[in-house]
Structure formats: structure tokens, C-alpha cells
């Protein structure tokens, strides 16, 4: 038995994962079966590895819906250090996304998630690499909390411990299950997550075996399990192909859209510590049903159930629902399993009852202080009687919202509360505190782990159904109806009553440069009084053009510009401080895409100040869009006057107007209209024109030759930012018109460069050599070749990061290659 505060810990894990599930009468009786089946297994797996998209869907999904055990998927990080196919947010921004893509995965497949506090800092080659940047023992004690919170029985890696084999994350993530498989059961490993969780040992850990290239081979000596994951499921009427693919198309920021197999298929778990076994990997698993007081009767029951299940009228499965859920709270006991069966059987009862709770108000935002109006709407359609007996939000009783309901009747009661003072922000709880080297800074220990925050706002609804008491949380959400896309519910936010939005993340005090910004300051209620000034500026570093109000829009528009002192870069922050001495320094940016719910995220307003002496010519510049990227808007910050290419621009003549033209990146993968008018843009080259390819994977290709002599786009890259560069100084894309020297390749970010040219011809030079520690040196982070009277450029350097980061000596590279 543990104590109460240990059910508290798990108290977000249960009701966080159902209410992720609809509270509304959108799901099948099949689907309920397919709950309370899940209710009689006891079976549970945790599956590790280390980035979204990692996961095995086809195995989560199997085990779920074929084997009806409880399933979460531990993913080291939230996938920030990749790359995003669908638009230009990178960093925290494309963590955000990816997490939602993971928990919509996750919704499709039935398995839960759970994260570490690791970020990812990019593409490692080795764990030991992974290591220098990782705290080991953090990560290692957030994988032991996992186990421990979750308690499964078995464990499955997606990789092995083997370096070398795949990327350094990859590796990493095996190892760290390994040892923490060995050490949550242990009492003295990390005790003070004993306040919350006991000590867990799982039965065995299991590497889940693949050959990405064909089919699996079983190796000599090893011993496996095999899952058949092939089948098909009646109840769901899919195939566990079909979950896996839906599940997998969700990673969408990735280009991971997925075609279901067809047919028999089977995934292996090789066994690597724990209890040996004969048959079964759950051999020697215990029926958790069995080891309570009365667990086996309420088993019992439930096999009774599952027998006798009514499909066509499944409220009149909710006597026996009710007498199953009297007999699990009379065990009385505090094991989290129970505490989250109990969630499940009270979500099996609603969702027999057809119950409809919507919790809905017309605005997507509020500020602390503010009041709010909103509605609460309860519909029950069964014949069942329920009544409800209170709807309180942050504890305050809503006197309207109470009544009997039964048959399709409805209650609409109108909610009025305050948004407290105090109320924290919406932002995402692992970026409420700065980054901490390469993890995110979490201090509260019941947040490790949790995929995303509870909701802004919820209301608590207490009702009763046959005599028994119930109570759920009803998350307040921003209904409104989309001309194309029909009712819409997004999450109500909380924002800041005043913030900032600053024009320009980088802003260059260089010749041909425009030095000023756009500073607005948006409140959200009415204008207040106050003053505008920089963190780190005194008032001799900056000049305030104008000031304008406007009303309509609530804002007060700034333009402001920054006066030369020294060089170099300096990160400067925006600052509103009203009369009353309170001061706002914060932007709010919020991120849309249809297959995941709107983010929003709190940033400062701040922005790189660059000083230097470099030579831009302000020319034109073509840009050809690529996956994403915000090296137009860095270019526009120098001076350039940037144009985006279309369709209609593809012709030489036309394209000669332009200085350079820069294609962006994974523009080869994507851009169709791109790969169709090649030859255009070799003719622009050939005709005296310079053309920049920044980098694009080797898979898919859109055609097979970017420039004017052959070379092949491999997987090479630089991982390390700071690793050491051998370079020909005098080469002319190096030493002019801005001489580079060795200072201009320090401190860059997160990598040099990816997918490196290989098999270059030697009409190309190669003025780079890069390589990461005790790996091979590499010449293909830069291509420079003459063809006709013009440059061909192709670069894997990660200018689309090093740019918007404000790196000088990357954005002098860059004017570089621009200016030949």
C-alpha cells in the first residue's frame, strides 16, 4: 500500500489522460467495449526512446487495442532540435508542436506520454557526446520517476546500448532505461521521489529488434518474443497497420505521413535484463486484480460484463458499470493502478450515458483580473437520470447550474467568475524558467514528466447517476463555428494584460542597414500610462522617433532607433513600465496548425543588437521558399530588398534582376515548381547570375541534379557548434568583401552543418573542412562552383539557424556568399 500524497502524484497522469478523450457522445459502443475490456487487463508497458517519432505506433497500438494493456511511450525530449517541414518554427516553438503532434498520436493509438527534461540539442553521433551535454543523473533520475510513476511490468526500448549504430540520442535513451530499470526499485536510488512514488521494479526490459532496411532476422543466441501486430481488430474495425499509420501521419512537422501495411507482420523484443521466461514475455506478471482484497470479484464482474455488453443500447449497461464501480471503492485501496481504473470506469459510465459537457466561452483569451462570461452546457440524452448537484470554478458555486437531466434534456447555464489576480500565465510549464544548459528547468517534481499543462480554467462538475457521486473537470474552451471547417474548440489561454511585440529579431547597425525597430506595446484592457525603455541601453544608446495610439487595436506603436557604441552583439530587451512601477517585458506568439489544438508561448521582447563594419551592397534578392526558414526576414534586417519567387518568376530574364538568388531549405524536398524550372535556373547561373542552395535531405529528392556539376547529398554533418574548422582564408567567397578569420566561426549554435555534400566533382571548390571530434573530416559543408559567367553555391552550414541567432560570424559568411 502507499499513502494518499503518492495517489496525488498520479492524480495529473489519470484524469490529464482521460480528459484528453472526448467528454462529449462522439464515440462508439464498440469503443466503450473496448474500454471495459481494458479495464479487466492489468497488463502495463512502458516504451523508451528519444524524440517524438521515435515510437513503435504499430507495437503501442497492438499492445493497446489487441492486448488491452495500459501503454506509455517515454520520450526523452520533445524534439526540438529537429527540423520542421510544415513551417518556420524551430527550437522551443517546434518542441511545442511536436509534443502536440505526440499527444495526438497518442490519441489515435490509445498509449499515453511522457517526457524527461532533456532538450534536444541536435543531431549527437554518440552517447558519450549526448552525455557532455545531458545531466546524466537528472535524466536518468526523470527516466527512474517515470518507471516508478507509471509501474509498468515490462520495458521496451526502440534502441539498443550499441554506440555508433544510430544517433547519440538514440543510444542514450537505451542505456538510461537500462540502468534506470536497475535502479527504480531500489529505496536509495533517488529517494526524495520516495514523498510521492514507491520504489517500482519492472520484470524484464526488452529492446525492440528492427532491420529499417527489410524484414527482421533473429540473431544466434538472443532471445525474443514476438508479437504478432498484423491483425486485424473487429471491435475497431481497423487494422493495427491502420492505427500505427494514423498514429505515425500525425508527426506531420516531420513528414511522417504513413501508409498502412497490409497483411501478417511481426515485431520482436529481444530480452536484455530482468527474469528469464519461457513463452510469454509477460510470464510471471501478475494479475493486479488478484493481489487486492476483492479485486477478484470486481474481475469478476467485469468478465460478467464483457460477456453480456449491450452494443445497441449501452445505457443499459450502466447498472452493471455502477455496481463494478461500488465494488472497486469499497477495496479501498490507494494503488495508482486503481485510482486510474476508477477514471476509466467513471469515463465507460459517461460515455454509456451519451453525456455532453461543454464548458464554452467566445473569447480565445483573458488576463488576470479580468471577468469572464461564459456557459456551461450538460446534455444527457440516455433515460438514466442524472442530477447535478453543483458546477464550481476556482471554488465559487455556480448557483444556475444544477438540475435533473434525463432524456436528451439539456441545461445551459450562464457562468460569470474572475480570472484571480495572481493566475499564472498559459505558458508551457518547461519554459516557465530559462533553459539550464541542455535542460529544461523544472523544480516542481510532480511537473517531470507531464506531457502539457492542465488547462487555464476548468470547472469542476459534481452529479449523481444511480445513487453514486461523480465529479470531473470540465476544461474551459473557445467554441466558435469556421466557415470551411465547421465548430472549432480551441483551449482558453491566459495572457499578460500588457505585452510587447518588437518589429525585428535582429537588427544590424551597418552600413546600408536600417537601424530602427517597431516596438509595440498591446494591452489587452485599456492604455495605460508609461514609458518605453531597453534593458542593458541607457537612454544614449537609443532614440524614440514617434509615438502613435491605436484605438481600435489597443496598442501603442514605437519607433524607435538604436545609435552606434562598440560592436559586436548584444542581446537587448524591450521594457514597458506603466506608472504604478509595474514593468512588461514579455511577447506572446501563438502557433496554428488544424491537426493540433493553437499554442500559445510568452518569449521576451528582445532582440539581437549587431554592430559591425561590414560591406552590404543592399542589393536584390530572389528567394525561393523552402520548408521554412526566417533568413529572409535577416536579410531584409541588412538592408536586401528580398522578393519571393513564384511560378511566374521562372524566367531568365526576368530572374536576372536579382544580385543572388537563395533557395531555402528542404526547398529540393518540396518545392515541385522549384524542381520542374531547374534548368531556368541554371540558365540565370550560366548567364552571369549567383545562385545559393542551402541544404536539402538526400530523401525525397524532387530532382536528382541541384547544380551545374554532380555531387550527392549525404548524411555528414558537424554536430559539435564549437567544433574546430580548417579553412582557406584566402578563398575569394572567404576573403571578400569581408575578410573571415578564425574568430567569425565561434560562438554559433546548436550544429555547424547537415546533410554535407559527398562525391563532389572537382569543378567545385571547397573552401571548408569540418569534421566533429574523432570523426572523419568532411569538404562538403560549402560548394562554391563558376558556370558560364556565374556562381553555384551549395551549403549544408545551418544558416537557417545561425542567421535568425543573430551569429555574426555566420551572417558574414552569408553576405559573403551573397555579395561574389
Known amino acids: 500500500m502507499i499513502s494518499p500524497k503518492h ?13 484528453s478523450l472526448s467528454l462529449a457522445q462522439s464515440l462508439p459502443s464498440s469503443l466503450i467495449y473496448q474500454q471495459v475490456l481494458q479495464l479487466e487487463e492489468t497488463k502495463r508497458v512502458l516504451y523508451v526512446a528519444a524524440h517524438p517519432d521515435d515510437e513503435n505506433t504499430r507495437l503501442i497500438a497492438y499492445l493497446v487495442n489487441g492486448v488491452h494493456a495500459e501503454v506509455a511511450y517515454l520520450s526523452l525530449t520533445r524534439g526540438d532540435g529537429g527540423q520542421n517541414l510544415i513551417g518556420k518554427e524551430l527550437g522551443v516553438e517546434l518542441g511545442q508542436i511536436r509534443t502536440q503532434e505526440l499527444l495526438k498520436a497518442r ?33 536518468l533520475a526523470d527516466v527512474v520517476w517515470a518507471i516508478r510513476r507509471f509501474q509498468p ?26 540502468e534506470a530499470f536497475e535502479l527504480a526499485g531500489k529505496s536509495d536510488a533517488f529517494p ?18 528492427y532491420n529499417f532496411g527489410g524484414e527482421f532476422k533473429p540473431e544466434e543466441g538472443k532471445k525474443y518474443h514476438v508479437f504478432q501486430v498484423g491483425g486485424y481488430d473487429p471491435i475497431l474495425g481497423e487494422t493495427y497497420h491502420q492505427i500505427a499509420a494514423d498514429s505515425r501521419t500525425m508527426h506531420k512537422s516531420q513528414g511522417f505521413g504513413a501508409t498502412a501495411g497490409i497483411g501478417e507482420a511481426r515485431d520482436y523484443i529481444q530480452l536484455v535484463a530482468g527474469e528469464d521466461y519461457e513463452q510469454d514475455a509477460f510470464e510471471g506478471v501478475a494479475d493486479r486484480w488478484q493481489t487486492v482484497a476483492g479485486g477478484k470479484e470486481v474481475q469478476n464482474q467485469l468478465k460478467q460484463l464483457i460477456a453480456g455488453f449491450d452494443f445497441v443500447q449501452p445505457e443499459k449497461n450502466i447498472p452493471a458499470l455502477l455496481k463494478i464501480r461500488s465494488a472497486m471503492a469499497a477495496l479501498g485501496s490507494d494503488e495508482t493502478w486503481i485510482a486510474e481504473k476508477m477514471g476509466k470506469l467513471d469515463q465507460a459510465i459517461r460515455l454509456s450515458l451519451g453525456l455532453e459537457l461543454e464548458f464554452n466561452v467566445r473569447k480565445e483569451t483573458g488576463f488576470p483580473g479580468e471577468e469572464i462570461r461564459a456557459e456551461l452546457v450538460v446534455n444527457n440524452p440516455s433515460s438514466q437520470a ?58 516542481d517534481q510532480n511537473l517531470i514528466g507531464k506531457p502539457f499543462n492542465e488547462p487555464a480554467i476548468s470547472g469542476d462538475l459534481s452529479y449523481e447517476v444511480g445513487g453514486q457521486k461523480f465529479s470531473i473537470s470540465v476544461p474551459l474552451k473557445y467554441k466558435y463555428n469556421d466557415q470551411v471547417d465547421g465548430e472549432v474548440k480551441q483551449p482558453f489561454v491566459i495572457v499578460p494584460e500588457v505585452d510587447l511585440t518588437v518589429s525585428k529579431e535582429n537588427v544590424f547597425l551597418v552600413s546600408g542597414a536600417e537601424p530602427t525597430v517597431t516596438v509595440s506595446v498591446n494591452f489587452r484592457d485599456q492604455f495605460l500610462a508609461g514609458e518605453l525603455d531597453f534593458e542593458v541601453l541607457d537612454a ?76 552590404v551592397s543592399g542589393a536584390e534578392i530572389g528567394y525561393v521558399p523552402g520548408a521554412g526558414d526566417d533568413v529572409p526576414g535577416v536579410l531584409t534586417a541588412l538592408g536586401y530588398k528580398v522578393s519571393f519567387i513564384g511560378p511566374e518568376d521562372y524566367d531568365v530574364e526576368r530572374l536576372s534582376r536579382f544580385k543572388a538568388i537563395v533557395v531555402g531549405i528542404r526547398a529540393y524536398n518540396t518545392n515541385e515548381v522549384l524542381a520542374a524550372n531547374q534548368a531556368v535556373l541554371m540558365g540565370y547561373v550560366r548567364a552571369g547570375g549567383n545562385l545559393i542552395v542551402q541544404y536539402n535531405t538526400s530523401s525525397p529528392l524532387l530532382t536528382n541534379q541541384l547544380g551545374p556539376f554532380p555531387f550527392t547529398i549525404g548524411r555528414d554533418r558537424v554536430a559539435v557548434q564549437g567544433s574546430p ?96
Open 540 to 615: 544614449s544608446q537609443f532614440k524614440i522617433l514617434s509615438i502613435e495610439d491605436v484605438p481600435i487595436q489597443k496598442r501603442r506603436v514605437y519607433q524607435v532607433s538604436f545609435i552606434p557604441n562598440g560592436s559586436g552583439l548584444k542581446r537587448v530587451t524591450a521594457r514597458f513600465t506603466t506608472g504604478s512601477g509595474k514593468a512588461y517585458t514579455q511577447s506572446s506568439r501563438s502557433i496554428s496548425y488544424k491537426h493540433i489544438p493553437n499554442l500559445t508561448y510568452f518569449f521576451p521582447s528582445s532582440l539581437n543588437l549587431i554592430q559591425e563594419d561590414w560591406k
Open 386 to 443: 442524472l442530477t447535478i448537484s453543483a458546477f464550481r470554478v476556482g471554488g465559487i458555486q455556480q448557483a444556475e447550474a444544477s438540475g435533473e437531466l434525463a432524456s436528451n434534456n439539456t441545461l445551459s447555464a450562464p457562468v460569470t467568475f474572475t480570472i484571480p489576480s495572481d493566475a499564472a500565465y498559459s505558458q508551457p510549464y518547461w519554459l516557465s524558467r530559462p533553459i539550464d544548459g541542455a535542460l529544461y528547468d523544472v523544480r
Open 725 to 820: 574548422v580548417t579553412a582557406d582564408w584566402q578563398n575569394p567567397v572567404l576573403a571578400s568583401p569581408n575578410q573571415m578569420n578564425p574568430q567569425d566561426l565561434e560562438g554559433w549554435v546548436q550544429e555547424r552543418g547537415l546533410y554535407f555534400a559527398t562525391a563532389i566533382d572537382s569543378a567545385y571548390q571547397t573552401p571548408f573542412v569540418m569534421q566533429d571530434p574523432d570523426e572523419p573530416a568532411s569538404k562538403g559543408a560549402l560548394l562554391v562552383g563558376k558556370y558560364g559567367d556565374g556562381t553555384f553555391v551549395y551549403t549544408g552550414i545551418s544558416f537557417f539557424r545561425q542567421l535568425p541567432a543573430g551569429v555574426p560570424g555566420a551572417t558574414k559568411l552569408f553576405i559573403n556568399l551573397i555579395e561574389q
Open 7 to 19: 495517489v496525488q502524484a498520479f492524480v495529473f497522469v489519470v484524469f490529464g489522460f482521460f480528459s
Open 192 to 209: 526524495e521521489q520516495l514523498d510521492w512514488v514507491k520504489p517500482w521494479q519492472p520484470k524484464r526490459i526488452f529492446f525492440n529488434a
Open 153 to 178: 511490468d515490462i520495458i521496451i526500448t526502440r534502441f539498443n546500448t550499441i554506440p555508433g549504430v544510430t544517433h547519440g540520442h538514440h543510444t542514450t535513451s537505451a542505456i538510461l532505461a537500462g
Open 107 to 139: 490519441e489515435t493509438d490509445g498509449g499515453r506520454q511522457y517526457f524527461t527534461r532533456a532538450t534536444d540539442f541536435g543531431y549527437s553521433k554518440n552517447p558519450t557526446e549526448t552525455l557532455q551535454n545531458w545531466d546524466k543523473q537528472k535524466v
